[in-house]
């Protein structure tokens, strides 16, 4: 049969027992922020085991899309190594939810191998739980299994758990024999090929409280899981699930492109790679259609590790370009039928793929030679072991996963210092938080605090009001500043991107400036930068006042609250309105909003068009001008707030009851920043800036509001003293006569350069002693006074063309800065292997420089005008060197 075949046959038998089909759920899990990725086929129906949802039908078949590579369950390491293992798979399942139990579950999954199927009875072993004498019963008198073949084991094998605490139950493993002769009973649950589990049947009926007692559910569950790819290997007779049709058109894709063919050896490394890369293509493939986007953290790490890891291998094959993006249609083309987002997210999908693939195939090579370097200092040393150090040096510089850098040095015979490596890695996270904690102190060296309350949670009051009456229940001093925490203050402190607020705390002596509000836990901490004496009627130093306990005053500026809202609702429009021009794979991964601008980083696999960027500005502008959208705001449950259908994202931190802020008819998001009432109130929005952050990441800048406006005339005003300059009509384009104005000067300079280098080609032929003739090859090495760069570099090329076997470099200075220019003609790099890039390399060492370029031509610069005769000295020797030799 082929494998779509044994997939609606599943599907189809289970229809045959009163079940309702249901649709995979995206790999992705929107809902269940502890998984990574959905990692088994139970995953959507947790919350029915947990008691707290339903569903409309009682039993349930599908095939679910799974990735399993981080965490508890990651086969990441195994994968290629064997016959069985992936980081993507399909798990075929068939459910009830308090509808039938053990009696159905295992008499229809052996009318479903043994007689739709056809399996072999005698090949087929039942595990059970030590004590589940049910099950063992079940399997006894109402299968055909051989008694003999029913086995018992313990917690570790046959006892299932959703976690620590929770639903769980004992589970009946359906086994399958695949050693030669049959003797595989001892195999079974030891891990080994030749004894694989096909089919795990779960009987969910405890929950684990916290004392580790079981407590009998309200209603039993039944949850099974077999592996699609492995039965689609045993029911065409493959000892490896690569063997079956599954893998085959991705093998005969990596073939053509890499003109390597799939040999199924188990240790042949070209064969390893094949799988590898197939497996991982997959992985990516259903990943992305499903939203996800390579990133530097959570998921989007774990797919980037993937993507590296494939391309790594992809070496093994001879292949250095980038090759996962070529198999993005293959994933789609045979599996599109059952998973049809994989057709409809096909290109954009292998758009993010190839643009990871060519940031880090940028870094790769030096990477790998940096790591060669190493190896051979560990071998120098007598070691077989690579630094932590060195590691995390590879992993922060280059981008190599932890795990790919391992995977190397097992290559080379050596193994990797993890615990260094990890030591490093929380030295790093330890810095990043001093830094922030630093940040939250207002940069300020931090004094003792003085706490007038047990209390320290401040009450924020700002959404409803720029002003507030409240006590100080904190203060501490230092070099610079005063830092007060309020017991309730209109302040926002910092947060979500968005800057804090800045304003004035009045005491009954003092007027305080407040420059900036952070986050200390839940303490808003304000910091004061300058103090007024109301008594004096004088500024006073803000570390040396006498501010304690007491009532305060505190206002907001409201002129820069308002600006920063306009900043902050516009990013919301501008998030949707990407997500609706780019596609539903953008995602926010970062903002800044202050008074002044916004900033807003977001998933993209490519730089943004100038067409793209006009239909982005154009589309939030359209939202401005219609001024319909009222916002909305409300603190509801977070379960509510995603049924609702608010945008949160996977590494988000989120509280049970969630601030959702709603744009209606544009935008749902959890947000707990302050805005606008209506979006006609931001005015104007302005596009100044996209760019690139870091690979798939992209940023825009804008100005919203009176700063977009003063933009705008600002740039009228330049562009009309640009017409007046030109005496150009107003309806003329001033950009068609100012790039002619500097063609011509491109022109003149061109000419003025070649005349320059002339007047300098003249002088070195008027001088005897500048070309030297060593075995028929012309050699010059000259300070040449008065030339700048660009005519060095067009006597250097002159100087090339006029003689057929030459080598030459050309030095000067100017207000302390050197230029070098050398070359070798065609024969001298050819014949003789002279290598100009090279050369100057070692003579820009003598002027305190550096450089580079090709065989044919380089440059280089540096800041030691005496060293100038060196480097002609160290260039002659070395070119005379490489001509005698």
Not at 233 to 258: C, H, W
Request: proline share 3%; charged share 30%.
């Amino acid at each position: 049969m082929k494998s779509s075949d044994i997939r609606q046959s599943f599907l189809d038998f289970f229809v045959g027992k009163s079940h309702t089909i249901v649709r995979s759920a995206p790999v992705i899990p929107a809902d269940d922020p502890t998984l990574l990725f959905t990692n088994a086929g139970m995953n959507q129906f947790k919350d029915v085991f947990l008691a707290k949802g339903t569903r409309p039908y009682s039993r349930a078949a599908d095939t679910q899309k799974c990735i399993r590579a981080s965490g508890k369950h990651n086969d990441l390491e195994d994968v290629g190594r064997d016959t069985y293992h992936h980081t993507f798979f399909e798990m075929l399942g068939n459910w009830s939810f308090g509808d039938y139990y053990k009696e159905e579950a295992i008499t229809w999954a052996w009318e479903l191998l043994t007689v739709v199927w056809k399996l072999p009875e005698e090949r087929l072993y039942a595990t059970v739980y030590h004590d589940d004498d049910e099950s063992f019963r079940i399997w006894e008198e109402k299968t055909s299994i051989r008694p003999d073949h029913i086995l018992r084991f313990g917690d570790k094998d046959n006892f299932w758990e959703m976690g620590e605490t929770g639903p769980c139950g004992p589970c009946s493993e359906i086994h399958i024999d695949l050693t030669p002769d049959g003797s595989g009973r001892a195999l079974v649950n030891a891990d080994d090929p030749q004894a694989i589990e096909l089919w795990n049947l779960v009987f969910i009926q405890y929950d684990r409280q916290v004392d580790g007692r079981l407590e009998p559910l309200p209603q039993r569950h039944v949850d099974t899981g077999m592996g699609f790819e492995r039965v689609c290997a045993v029911m065409q007779g493959k000892s490896s699930n690569y063997d079956t049709d599954v893998f085959r058109p991705l093998f005969d894709t990596i073939t053509e492109l890499t003109g390597v063919e799939y040999g199924a050896s188990m240790h042949d490394p070209q064969d390893i790679a094949m799988r590898v890369i197939a497996d991982h293509a997959r992985t990516l493939s259903f990943a992305l259609s499903d939203g996800a986007m390579p990133s530097n953290e959570g998921r989007g790490y774990v797919l980037r590790r993937i993507l590296r890891r494939a391309l790594r291998y992809a070496k093994d094959l001879g292949y250095n370009k980038p090759i996962l993006h070529r198999l993005v249609a293959t994933v789609a083309d045979s599996m599109g039928d059952v998973f049809p987002e994989l057709r409809d997210r096909q290109d954009a999908v292998a758009r993010i793929v190839k643009a990871e693939e060519e940031s880090f195939l940028v870094t790769l090579d030096r990477g790998i030679e940096i790591f060669n370097g190493l190896v051979g200092k560990v071998r120098g040393e007598g070691s077989s072991t690579l630094e932590g150090e060195d590691a995390f040096k590879l992993y922060d510089t280059y981008g190599f996963p932890f795990d790919l850098t391992r995977l190397m040095a097992s290559s080379a015979g050596l193994q990797v210092d993890g615990e260094g490596f990890e030591r490093c890695m929380q030295e790093q996270k330890t810095r990043a938080r001093q830094d922030r904690r630093e940040k939250q102190r207002g940069g300020a060296e931090e004094g003792s605090w003085e706490w007038f309350s047990d209390l320290h949670a401040t009450e924020f009051t700002g959404y409803d009001g720029l002003e507030a009456d409240a006590s100080i229940i904190g203060i501490s001093r230092s070099k610079k500043n005063l830092l007060l925490v309020l017991d309730r203050t209109p302040f926002y402190a910092e947060s979500g991107g968005q800057t804090g607020d800045r304003g004035w705390i009045e005491t009954g002596e003092y007027r305080l400036e407040v420059t900036d509000t952070q986050k200390d836990g839940d303490s808003f901490v304000h910091v004061v930068t300058r103090a007024f004496d109301n008594v004096r009627d004088s500024e006073a130093d803000p570390a040396d006042i006498a501010v304690g306990p007491g009532r305060v005053h505190a206002s907001v500026d409201r002129k820069l609250r308002q600006a920063t809202e306009r900043n902050h609702t516009a990013t919301h429009l501008l998030h949707a309105v990407l997500r609706h021009t780019l596609g539903a794979h953008v995602q926010q991964k970062g903002s800044l909003v202050n008074p002044e601008r916004l900033r807003f980083d977001f998933s993209h696999f490519s730089k943004l068009t100038p067409e793209e960027i006009d239909a982005v500005e154009s589309a939030v502008n359209d939202c401005i001008r219609q001024a319909e959208a009222t916002l909305k705001h409300a603190d509801v449950p977070y379960d509510d707030a995603i049924t609702k259908g608010a945008l949160a994202f996977f590494g988000d931190k989120y509280a049970d009851l969630v601030r959702v802020v709603e744009i209606p008819g544009i935008s749902v998001e959890l947000c707990g920043g302050t805005h606008v009432d209506n979006v006609g109130q931001i005015g104007l929005f302005k596009i100044v800036g996209e760019s690139s952050v870091a690979a798939g990441v992209r940023r825009i800048e804008a100005l919203t509001g009176r700063a977009a406006e003063e933009l705008m005339w600002n740039e009228y005003r330049e562009l009309h003293d640009v017409r007046q300059l030109l005496k150009m009509k107003a309806e003329e384009p001033p950009a068609e006569k100012v790039a002619a104005i500097l063609e011509e000067r491109r022109a003149l300079e061109k000419q003025l350069a070649e005349l320059k280098a002339e007047v300098l080609l003249a002088k070195l032929q008027g001088d005897a002693s500048a070309l030297e003739d060593v075995c028929g090859c012309r050699i010059v090495a000259r300070v040449v006074d008065g030339a700048d760069a660009e005519g060095l570099r067009y006597a250097a090329q002159m100087l090339r063309q006029q003689f057929p076997l030459s080598a030459g470099l050309l030095c000067s200075s100017a207000e302390g800065k050197v230029s070098l220019a050398a070359f070798a003609s065609d024969r001298a790099v050819k014949e003789l292997g002279i290598d100009a890039g090279k050369l100057i390399r070692q003579a820009a060492a003598a002027v305190k420089g550096g450089g580079g370029g090709k065989a044919e031509f380089a440059t280089a610069g540096g800041k030691n005008p005496e060293g100038m005769e060196d480097a002609c000295r160290v260039f002659r020797e070395a070119v005379r060197c490489i001509v005698k030799a």
